[in-house]
């Protein structure tokens, strides 16, 4: 299957710093892109979906100045945690769908994010 | 706007039992996906079920999805401990490739 490599997988950091997850897709072009919050032993949430070369689409109550989506290729898009908090602490995930697989999603490992 | 309900929440079984994970939709779905996660991981795409009334089978499990396309189950016939995780039912909105995913079933596997 398609491979989505997601870095780093864990991150702390200090409450007012601003944190970059990297999403790339190895062995497949990624024309979408999924981010997801996932809280303990819940669900997924969808935050935005991010389509190459165009704004991200944010869920309703998604901040999008919080959350920086930047979508640049078709294997790369990043979430940009501005100025966290203890919150905002959560485990992040992405996803990504090719145009082969149709609406399959192929996730990254995740990253846990830890803000102090 | 569209929910996925998926139950029972959790489910402890004896290994060797069967298992069943139920889903369903507010709304008729294009077609519905199974993830597994497990324990510290991300979600593994499973099957994906397009047709009314389909059923998969993977092995010891079975996929199922509804006449009206708006309920699915996933049923696992003599668990493992390497069943071991959640189960999530993620239905497509039918638009952007977005998916919608339930609660997830949490099933654990006692040797």
């Known amino acids: 299957g398609a491979v989505v490599s997601q870095h780093p997988s864990r991150v702390i950091c200090k409450s007012g710093t601003s944190v970059k997850i990297e999403c790339r897709s190895l062995?497949?072009?990624?024309?979408?892109m999924f981010w997801y919050r996932q809280f303990p032993k819940q669900s997924l949430m969808l935050m935005a979906t991010s389509n190459e070369g165009s704004k991200a689409t944010y869920e309703q109550g998604v901040e999008k100045d919080k959350f920086l989506i930047n979508h640049a290729s078709l294997t790369l898009s990043t979430l940009t945690v501005t100025s966290a908090h203890p919150e905002d602490s959560s485990f992040y995930i992405c996803?990504?769908?090719?145009?082969?697989?149709?609406?399959?999603?192929?996730f990254g490992a995740g990253t846990r994010l830890s803000v102090l | 706007g569209q929910q996925v309900m998926q139950i029972p929440q959790y489910q402890h079984v004896q290994e060797g039992e069967d298992f069943t994970t139920y889903c369903n939709s507010s709304t008729t779905l294009s077609n519905i996906q199974w993830y597994k996660q497990r324990p510290g991981g991300h979600p593994v795409f499973l099957i994906q079920l397009v047709k009314s009334g389909e059923v998969k089978k993977q092995k010891r499990l079975t996929f199922q999805f509804g006449e009206a396309k708006k309920n699915s189950s996933l049923h696992i016939t003599a668990t493992q401990t390497t069943d071991v995780g959640t189960y999530f039912c993620a239905g497509d909105r039918g638009a952007g490739n977005m998916l919608t995913f339930g609660g997830g079933t949490r099933l654990m596997v006692k040797p």
């Open positions: 996803s990504g769908v090719s145009g082969i697989s149709k609406n399959i999603q192929y």
């Open positions: 062995d497949f072009q990624a024309t979408t």
